[in-house]
């Protein structure tokens, strides 16, 4: 998947919200390994290992577009590699905090991925993720169901772009029968006061939009984006916007 930074940092603002709330939930100690799977753009990995002090965080990120960007964030605490969240759940390594905002929703089988994920972190470690809770949020729905029309059915071939995230009690679940305590999972609504139709459109190019139009082409491409646009349209009609975006907070110790 091919991401922009620049898209992506258009709505930085409301992308670091979510960032403050679980940075709330660590159980700070010093000198501790930190993985951040999923870096992006390396500005929150940054701003995580600053506030941990005396600790080693390493980045992960699949995408080169992102990683270019993260390297002015590297320094004798932070760094950063070319790895997928898969890859970085395989690594040998032991962790005293896995943490992970807004990326995991990119990846398939939850079940599965979040047992690897605990699997990687040291005794007395904690895991800290949030990320978007896309089956419950408007525009991926939108997205969805256009795909399951002509004459995009036949052009994407049948492929859509299903969310892997589950339900908050899914996750609880997951944590306790891996063995976590403290669990805090939650879903919360971060409200996104956009101009107007238009904005929520680029809000949504930079990422859910993605998966469908890299797997169009021209006037295909166009035709989808202009339906799509054409119902946001109709969703927001007024300026300003109001898109009460929902995301998924959740944090485990492990003994």
């Known amino acids: ?10 709505f930085k603002t409301e992308r670091f919200a979510p960032f403050l709330d679980l940075v709330a939930l660590i159980k700070i100690r010093r000198d501790m390994e930190v993985i951040d799977l999923g870096c992006g753009t390396g500005e929150l990995t940054r701003k995580l290992a600053d506030l941990l002090s ?5 980045g992960i990120d699949s995408s080169d577009e992102m990683l270019d960007d993260a ?17 970085g759940v395989g690594l040998e390594s032991k962790w005293d905090l896995v943490f992970s905002n807004a990326a995991i929703q ?21 895991l800290v993720i949030q990320m978007p809770a896309q089956h419950h949020n408007v525009t991926n729905q939108m997205l969805l169901q256009l795909s399951e029309e002509e004459p995009f059915l036949k052009e994407l071939a049948g492929f859509q772009s299903v969310s892997p995230v589950l339900n908050t009690e899914d996750y609880a679940r997951i944590l306790f029968e891996n063995g976590g305590s403290e669990i805090t999972v939650y879903e919360k609504i971060y409200p996104l006061v ?9 809000w949504t190019s930079g990422t859910a939009l993605l998966p469908y139009v890299q797997r169009l082409e021209g006037e295909s491409r166009q035709q989808f984006i202009d ?20 995301r998924i907070i959740l944090s485990a110790l492990f003994e």
């Open 194 to 202: 956009l101009k107007d139709s238009n904005a929520v459109f680029e």
């Open 106 to 126: 990119w990846v398939e089988n939850h079940e599965t991925l979040f047992s690897k994920i605990i699997s990687n972190i040291k005794p007395g470690g904690q």
């Open 227 to 246: 339906e799509f646009k054409s119902r946001l349209r109709t969703k927001f009609p007024g300026s300003p916007a109001f898109y009460p975006f929902k």
């Open 71 to 87: 390297r002015a964030f590297a320094n004798e605490q932070v760094s950063f590699q070319k790895k997928s969240i898969e890859e």
């Open 54 to 58: 005396g600790s080693r965080v390493l």
């Open 1 to 10: 998947m091919a991401w922009n930074p620049e898209i992506y940092n258009k």
